[in-house]
C-alpha cells in the first residue's frame, strides 16, 4: 500500500504582509456567490441580533469542479443549525468565478444540532487528496465542547465525537468560540479557544494516530490529547473578531488571521484582518502583528458576520465573508439566501 499523505494547508507565495496588501490592493477582483439559505435565517427572527450567521467554511475545488461552503447559525433558546451547501459554478483555480444572476450553492444538508450558538468551524481535507474531509464546530453557550464531523460530497455529516472543555473566566459564554487545526511537520496541533476569556487549550496528535487507516472518514479523534493537561495559555486577540485561522508561508512561519470588523456587531462596519504570531513546540502567541483593512462589496457581507480564508496550490490566498442573516434577494423563485463574497490576492 503506498504510503499515507496527510493533509496539510498550502503555503501562501509570499510574506504575509504582502499578501495580505495584495488583497487590499485587488478588491475589484471581489466575486460573489449566493448560498440557498431559509427565511426562519433571515433578521426577523434574529432574537435582537443573536440569532445569525456564525462560522463561514469552504473546500477546495473537488475534482468535478464544485465547492463546498459550510455554514453555521444560532437559535437562541432552540437547537443551532449547521449547513453545507454545493457551488457549481465557475472558478478560477479554487477561486469562486461571478455570473450574473449569482450562482446559487444549492443546500445540501441542514443539520440542527442541540447547542444553541454553534459558533467557529474549520474544515479539514482528507487523507490522499481525496474529496472528503473533516468539519470542526465550536458549540459555546450550553455544550461547551468542540465537534468534530467526517464529510463527503452528496453525503450528510458524520459525527465522529466532541472534545469537552469549559472555560471559567468566560463568564456565561464559556464554551468556545475558535478553533484551529493544521498540520505542523507531521503533527496535528488542534487550538479551541475562547476570546472573551482570551485563552485556549491546545490539543496535538501524530499525523499516523489521526489518520491510522489510509481510508476516506478514517480520523481517530481520540488521538487528541491536550499538549498540557492542566495549562490554558493566552490568546491575546482583541477586537472581538468573528473567526481566526492559522496561516503560513514556504519558509514554514506561522500566523493566526483574525477577522474583525469596527464596530464588531455591525454588517456595514469597516472590515480588517488582524495578524498575530504563533508558534508550536513550545506553544506560544503573540500580541497582534498588524492590520490590514480590506474591503468587499458594499452591501451587508463582512466580518461582523463571518469571515475564513483558503489558500490554493498556487499560494494565492482566498479571504471570504458572508451576510449575517439571510436575505430575499435570490433570483427567480430561489427566495432567501445569503452572499458570499471572496477576495483573491494577486501572485506576484
Known amino acids: 500500500m503506498p504510503p499515507t499523505i496527510y493533509p496539510i494547508s498550502n503555503p501562501i507565495h509570499a510574506d504575509i504582509g504582502t499578501v495580505l496588501n495584495a488583497i487590499a490592493a485587488n478588491k475589484a477582483a471581489c466575486t460573489s456567490c449566493y448560498l440557498d439559505t ?6 426577523a427572527w434574529s432574537n435582537n441580533g443573536e440569532n445569525h450567521h456564525q462560522g463561514l467554511a469552504r473546500t477546495h475545488k473537488l475534482k ?5 461552503f459550510f455554514l453555521s447559525h444560532s437559535h437562541l433558546g432552540g437547537q443551532g443549525e449547521l ?7 465557475p472558478t478560477d483555480q479554487d477561486h469562486i468565478g461571478e455570473t450574473d444572476p449569482l450562482t446559487i450553492a444549492k443546500l445540501a444538508q441542514l443539520l440542527k444540532i442541540t447547542e444553541e450558538h454553534p ?22 453557550f450550553t455544550q461547551h465542547k468542540l465537534a468534530i464531523y467526517s464529510w463527503k460530497p452528496h ?18 459564554r464559556s464554551g468556545p468560540n ?13 487550538g479551541i479557544a475562547n476570546n472573551h476569556a482570551q485563552e485556549c487549550k491546545l490539543f496535538a496528535a501524530a499525523a499516523a494516530d489521526l489518520f491510522p487507516v489510509n481510508t476516506e472518514g478514517g480520523m481517530n479523534v481520540d488521538a487528541f490529547k491536550p499538549v498540557d493537561r492542566e495549562a490554558i495559555f493566552p490568546f491575546p486577540i482583541v477586537g472581538q473578531p ?4 492559522l496561516i503560513r508561508n514556504t519558509a514554514d512561519d506561522w500566523h493566526l488571521l483574525a477577522f474583525r470588523s469596527d464596530p464588531d456587531d455591525d454588517p456595514h462596519g469597516t472590515d480588517y484582518v488582524d495578524v498575530y504570531p504563533i508558534k508550536f513546540n513550545p506553544f506560544k502567541m503573540g500580541n497582534r502583528l498588524s492590520t490590514i483593512h480590506i474591503s468587499f462589496k458594499p452591501g451587508d457581507t463582512g466580518f461582523a458576520n463571518t469571515g475564513t480564508h483558503h489558500v490554493e496550490v498556487s499560494g494565492r490566498l482566498l479571504i471570504s465573508s458572508s451576510y449575517r442573516w439571510a436575505e430575499d434577494q435570490g433570483p427567480g423563485s430561489s427566495g432567501y439566501v445569503s452572499r458570499v463574497d471572496e477576495i483573491p490576492s494577486l501572485l506576484r
Open 38 to 43: 431559509l427565511e426562519s435565517q433571515g433578521d
Open 64 to 68: 468535478d469542479g464544485s465547492v463546498y
Open 83 to 89: 449547513m453545507q451547501f454545493r457551488y457549481h459554478g
Open 119 to 140: 459558533s467557529d468551524i474549520v474544515f479539514l481535507p482528507d487523507v490522499n487528496g481525496l474529496d472528503a474531509g473533516y468539519l470542526f464546530v465550536t458549540e459555546e
Open 155 to 172: 453525503a450528510d455529516f458524520k459525527w465522529l465525537g466532541d472534545i469537552v472543555h469549559n472555560f471559567p473566566n468566560a463568564g456565561t
Open 178 to 190: 475558535f478553533v484551529f487545526i493544521d498540520n505542523v511537520a507531521g503533527t496535528y496541533f488542534l
Open 242 to 245: 468573528c473567526q481566526a485561522k
